[in-house]
């Protein structure tokens, strides 16, 4: 009997050796989490014995159980790279849907051919829906979806204003004959005639396509309250590609008039032009805002500012991610896109999850449904970028462990021998 007792607690030792072997092989896996086995006596007995004679009858394996206590940090060159810094598992599945979703402290991951940010076996990384904010629309499971860099370039914006603030000087000669424009006129307005303008600015506008398109601004002075007249006024032309446009009301071309400080009075806010007709895209519609920073004053003509909301398409130029799991992505031409936030999901019973390797889970019955929430709330650890979680084994732990696994894996081995030369003993007994 002893040397079968002794049989379960050789298989104990060799098991408890195959679990720190595993943890000390693993040394080196990122978001590995190191496992400790767990025994139980055995004990049989029956109603008619008596409690106190019981022997037992060895060791059984209860459990296999992980540690998910936290790992060192290690620095990454790679932004893609990210380490979860607390409660929490980042959640992967793949990019066809065919797989069940499985999760992981193993934050190592990298772009594929098709854009998808994936793990060393392919499965994307999951994130949660966000606004241009980068805020949460929904932390459903269902709606979860792999993360996805964009093409390699960003959507164009049509410009639909300027905004522009500028000093006319107070001194600048009226033209003479304006506003009066006909053909026969030596003094019509001519973008190619300097004789014809005062002062001009210009600018670069995109249409709905993202193509630039020069936008020029000519300023003619046609009143001064020095003269006969008592105002201060000035035409204003804008030429766009070439194309000088019509304002869609008021005086056509726009006036702007001034008080005798050189205070702007009209007009107090932006003036829209008719719609210019682009080749292939949609009409460019754009008004002209000179704010309340223009003046006209004795110094020189000045630009004060000089702004336009359009830009054109641009490349990607760099991701980032920050704390709280938001993934951003920057393109050349100086916008920004909130692409998703790392879904995150924790476990009533982590110890409950199934290995699937790769340091990679399944929930099963035990550990419970994923219970999803947001990186740096409601308990949920934050997440750092360019970094990863190293295994938590420490190794002088782990090789205390073996010598003792060893220890007693000899001494159930002497037992099992003692047990032999007793029974030989006794087979050998003469009479």
């Given at each position: 009997m002893a040397m079968y007792t002794s049989l379960t607690g050789l298989n104990a030792a060799q098991t408890d050796l195959s679990t720190t072997s595993n943890n000390i092989a693993n040394v080196g896996t990122v978001g590995f989490k190191r496992s400790r086995a767990e025994f139980g006596d055995i004990i049989s007995s029956s109603a008619l014995q008596s409690a106190g004679r019981v022997a037992g009858s060895g060791t059984a394996l209860k459990t296999i159980k992980q540690q998910f206590t936290q790992g060192a940090i290690q620095s990454s060159l790679n932004v893609m790279d990210v380490a979860m810094m607390g409660e929490g598992f980042f959640m992967v599945k793949s990019t066809s849907g065919t797989t069940d979703m499985q999760f992981t402290r193993n934050g190592s991951f990298s772009v594929n051919n098709e854009r998808f940010v994936v793990d060393s076996g392919g499965q994307a990384l999951q994130v949660y829906p966000v606004n241009d904010s980068g805020t949460?629309?929904?932390?459903?499971?269902?709606?979860?979806?792999?993360?996805?860099?964009?093409?390699?370039?960003?959507?164009?914006?049509?410009?639909?204003?300027?905004?522009?603030?500028?000093?006319?000087?107070?001194?600048?000669?009226?033209?003479?004959?304006?506003?009066?424009?006909?053909?026969?006129?030596?003094?019509?307005?001519?973008?190619?005639?300097?004789?014809?303008?005062?002062?001009?600015?210009?600018?670069?506008?995109?249409?709905?396509?993202?193509?630039?398109?020069?936008?020029?601004?000519?300023?003619?002075?046609?009143?001064?309250s020095n003269s006969a007249s008592t105002t201060n006024d000035w035409n204003v032309h804008v030429i766009v590609d070439g194309t000088e446009l019509t304002p869609s009301s008021g005086p056509s071309p726009m006036e702007l008039s001034f008080d005798n400080f050189g205070q702007l009075?009209?007009?107090?806010?932006?003036?829209?032009?008719?719609?210019?007709?682009?080749?292939?895209?949609?009409?460019?519609?754009?008004?002209?805002?000179?704010?309340?920073?223009?003046?006209?004053?004795?110094?020189?003509?000045?630009?004060?500012?000089?702004?336009?909301?359009?830009?054109?398409?641009?490349?990607?130029?760099?991701?980032?991610?920050?704390?709280?799991?938001?993934?951003?992505?920057?393109?050349?031409?100086?916008?920004?896109?909130?692409?998703?936030?790392?879904?995150?999901?924790?476990?009533?019973?982590?110890?409950?999850?199934?290995?699937?390797?790769?340091a990679h889970y399944t929930s099963t019955g035990i550990s419970g449904e994923p219970i999803l929430g947001e990186a740096g709330s409601s308990g949920v650890g934050t997440i750092r970028s360019g970094a990863l979680e190293m295994a938590n084994v420490d190794i002088t732990e782990e090789l205390v462990n073996l010598i003792t696994a060893q220890r007693n894996f000899q001494a159930n081995a002497k037992a099992i021998e003692t047990d032999s030369a007793m029974t030989s003993a006794i087979i050998n007994i003469r009479s």
């Open positions: 949460v629309i929904s932390t459903s499971i269902n709606d979860t979806r792999a993360l996805r860099l964009p093409l390699t370039s960003g959507q164009p914006r049509a410009t639909t204003g300027i905004n522009l603030a500028l000093n006319l000087p107070s001194d600048a000669e009226v033209i003479p004959n304006n506003p009066i424009y006909t053909p026969s006129n030596p003094y019509a307005f001519d973008p190619n005639n300097p004789t014809t303008y005062n002062r001009s600015t210009s600018t670069t506008v995109y249409d709905s396509l993202g193509n630039p398109m020069a936008a020029e601004i000519y300023y003619v002075r046609t009143s001064s009075v009209s007009p107090t806010t932006g003036v829209g032009f008719d719609p210019l007709a682009i080749p292939g895209g949609d009409p460019l519609l754009i008004s002209l805002d000179h704010g309340t920073s223009t003046t006209q004053y004795s110094d020189p003509f000045s630009i004060v500012s000089m702004t336009q909301d359009g830009y054109p398409s641009g490349r990607l130029d760099s991701v980032t991610v920050d704390n709280n799991g938001v993934v951003r992505a920057s393109f050349t031409n100086g916008q920004t896109q909130a692409l998703g936030k790392i879904a995150v999901a924790t476990f009533a019973n982590a110890n409950g999850l199934k290995q699937t390797g790769d």
